[in-house]
Every structure is written in C-alpha cells, then in structure tokens.
C-alpha cells in the first residue's frame, strides 16, 4: 500500500511495519485515501462502501520478507478483484485469512462462503473474488498470510477445491494456524527484522500442512521440508534483491550452494522459471511506483534501474510486452486521459 502506508517499525532492527489509519486523515479524505491505498496494493482491488462518510479503517503490513501479513479492520466494504485488476497485477499468491471480528462473506470460484470469528478462509489472487464485510459494534477484522503459489508446493487443480471453502480455525491445524497468526500480531513489535525470514517459513509450512490435511493427500502431498525451506530462502533472496541488475540464475544459485539446474528444477515445479519470476516481480514494483502520485517528479530511467533494469530501453521493451503500453503511459497525470491501467499485463 506504498506511499500512503507508513512505517512503524521500532528502531532498523524491528521488523518493518507499514500502517495506515484513516483516523488520522480528515472525515472526507478517509476512504478515497483506503481505496487509493488497495488500488497499488500488491493484489489490488476496487472497493465501495456505504460509511463514506465516517470511514475507519486500520492496515497493517508486516513484511517477512517473500510472505507478507496484513491485519485489517474495517467497516462494511465490498472489495472486489476482477479480472481487468489481475492483468493489471498478479503476484501469484495465495492468501489464507482468519477472522478476528464481524461477517466476512467470499464469493470466489464459483462458491459462496459466510466466515465468522475463527475462520479460515483461503483463496487465489490469481482468480477474481469478492470480500463483503459486515461490521457491527465493533469493526470487521482480520489477518491475511499473503504467500507466494511457488512456495506452497501445490498444483491450481489440486488445491481448488480449498478456494472459498469454510475451514475451521478453532481446532485441529487450522486452529495451530490461527494461533501462530494472532500470537504474532501480538508479539510483533518485540521481534527483529532477522526474524522475519523463519517466520515466514514457519508460516508456509503451517499453511502447507493445513491444505495437506484437508485435502487428505498426507505426508506427501507436502514439499519435503528441505525443499521447500530452500524455495522460501530463494524468493526471499529474489525479493530483496530486486534492484541488483547482477541478480541472474547463476549467482542464486552460488549463494545458496545449488546448482543452476537445481535451481531451474526448483521453478519448473511450479510452471515458472526463475528469470520469468525475477521479471515479473520486477515489472510488478516498478509498475506500482510509476502510477504513485507520491513519485510522479522520478523519471521513468530512475524508477527502472531502482528495480534492476540496466537500461531505459531495455525497461521499455520488457514494460510493453508485459502490459501493452509503454511506460509513461502509466504515470499519474497520464491516467484517466484515455488510456486504460487495467490493460495488461501479459507476462
């Protein structure tokens, strides 16, 4: 959520935090600054809500490196990703989300499912849903574990018959699941950013597990803990190190004791290669920046090489080919002006 979320981490050794509270913004501003914020989030959404008015709503973003973790509260809103904003941007994730509070009502592959307090609700931001809250006395809340489809180590078909499915998470693993999520909220602001890689993998494999379980696949329906593990660190890797146009398939590879075509093994699993996912996530920040107002004096070459193109032209190609425009076309004071943003992308 980029310009409009901003950093609460303690001191550079806590773990990075980003936070946006409407509350702090004037009564008219609240909701246009919310849906400004989901619309450059990482898998945005369009959003509508009958509280224009008297908008409140709390986001907070732990970053754990490749998994990210919001905690949402919010009033009745109905947020809708389409397929328009999924060519727009794709990170490929799943999300997992437990309910702390109110009514959260999924409408996603074709199934309609009505969480409450203490359940587990997964689904693709990869395929359109809508999310309809309904708040009471109290906000309608959350935790979403934001996790990479490569690193859970499961086939769209097979983990399809989880997508919008009610899932328990008061007992059993998913209550396991639950408990780790609400216990790190809780205890975020006493851990350090050199937690956050573990974490993350302890997550994964918290939620690698579940899905195991309720599909009844067993043991081997998850990665070996070694592999999995090691894909985890790679797009952690990947992820921090966007920016280094040296970032290329032999040096991952060297930093992590694997060989090259381990290392392409690991992505061919998961119907990807290596290059395509360091493209796509590289097109993905720079696109999201170019469309930030906060950004709109950067130039575009400054913006590519910030997010490791080693040249305007090369940027260029790589942008129109993945989105069908070029880059300037993208920028704040271009949108609106007959050009659509939703078109593309087509990595």
Known sequence: MHSLLTSSAPDARGLLITVLDT?????????????????????????????????????????????????????????????????????????????????????????????????????????????HTHAAAEPASCIIAQIPRAALGLRPEQIAPLLAAPLSGTVGIGGLLAQFLTGFVATAGTLRRSDAPNLGMVLVDLVATLTAHELDHGPSAVPAPSRQVLLLRILNHIQVNLGDPDLHPSRIAATHQVSVRYLHKLFEDHETTVSAWIRGQRLSQARRDLADPALRGQPVHVIAARWGFSSASQFTRAFRAAFGHPPGEGRPDRLGAGHNPSAGPRV
């Open 23 to 131: 509350q702090d913004l004037a009564a008219g501003d609240r909701f246009a600054a919310f849906n400004e914020a989901a619309a450059r989030s990482v898998a945005p959404t369009s959003n509508s809500t009958g509280h224009r008015d008297d908008f409140h709503a709390t986001v907070r973003v732990a970053d754990l490196g490749a998994v990210q973790l919001p905690t949402l509260a919010l009033p009745a809103v109905r947020a809708r990703r389409t397929a328009a904003l999924i060519r727009r941007s794709d990170p490929e994730m799943y999300h997992v989300a437990v309910i702390t509070g109110g009514r959260h009502c999924f409408d996603h592959e074709g199934r309609q499912v009505s969480a409450n307090q203490g359940d587990l609700v997964l689904y693709d931001t990869s395929r359109p849903y809508t999310v």
